[in-house]
T-cell receptor, first 117, second 112 residues
Framework: GAVVSQHPSRVICKSGTSVKIECRSL??????MFWYRQFPKQSLMLMAT?????????EQGVEKDKFLINHASLTLSTLTVTSAHPEDSSFYIC?????????????FGSGTRLTVV | SQELEQSPQSLIVQEGKNLTINCTSS?????LYWYKQKYGEGLIFLMM?????EEKSHEKITAKLDEKKQQSSLHITASQPSHAGIYLC????????????FGQGTTLQVKP
């Protein structure tokens, strides 16, 4: 149990376009999901906390108008990178929180590599 | 400032040698997590520690959390090439409403 599916795994887009990344909890309901960003040879940086049915909470320095997060159901959170630019190229990974599971309550998706050209 | 300090940032060891990675928090931890990752791939959950003084082992990897719940170490015994990767400590801090934040990561290379 406790599987999180993230899609797409890789995406290449043109500068100025928007890209949507989906994060689904397949076999449990996730009231809270987290979105992270990872640059090469760096750690995961928390971008925002996504709560079902309410507005996301963004970390300091993260532009909420650029990184739109929607958590409309208990199994789906989406991250939309709007007007993407090359500096937005990165590895994005989501996590769903479900206390009590063997993984300690945090299950991660397999990540999305975004390349903006 | 970094709330979770992980060291060393990189490590190169000879196969068969032991190694230790440290993770220190400026605040009391609710829970401490260790993950392994290859860059560009998902995280592999290794262990979670919640109680002060707790120690857990899995195969050749042992993780400990100090009594004050502010410092953890990950120890690998008799390292193998399969242990190579990025090791990440993650933590939920008391009062942080469940947010899991990460240290800087440690890149481990094991030379055959």
């Amino acid at each position: 149990g406790a599987v999180v599916s993230q899609h797409p795994s890789r995406v290449i887009c043109k500068s100025g376009t928007s890209v949507k990344i989906e994060c689904r909890s397949l076999d449990f309901q996730a009231t809270t999901m987290f979105w992270y960003r990872q640059f090469p040879k760096q750690s995961l940086m928390l971008m925002a906390t996504s709560n079902e049915g309410s507005k996301a909470t963004y970390e300091q320095g993260v532009e909420k108008d650029k990184f739109l997060i929607n958590h409309a159901s208990l199994t789906l959170s989406t991250l939309t990178v709007t007007s993407a630019h090359p500096e937005d190229s990165s590895f994005y990974i989501c996590s769903a929180r479900q206390p009590g599971f063997r993984s300690g309550g945090y299950t991660f998706g397999s990540g999305t590599r975004l390349t903006v050209v | 400032s970094q709330e979770l300090e992980q060291s060393p940032q990189s490590l190169i060891v000879q196969e068969g040698k032991n190694l230790t990675i440290n993770c220190t928090s400026s605040k009391t931890l609710y829970g401490l997590y260790w993950y392994k990752q290859k860059y560009g791939e998902g995280l592999i959950f290794l262990m979670m520690l919640q109680k002060g003084g707790e120690e857990k082992s899995h195969e050749k990897i042992t993780a400990k959390l100090d009594e004050k719940k502010q410092q953890s170490s990950l120890h690998i015994t008799a390292s193998q090439p399969s242990h190579a990767g990025i090791y990440l400590c993650g933590a939920v801090m008391v009062g942080n409403t469940g947010k899991l934040i990460f240290g800087q990561g440690t890149t481990l290379q094991v030379k055959p």
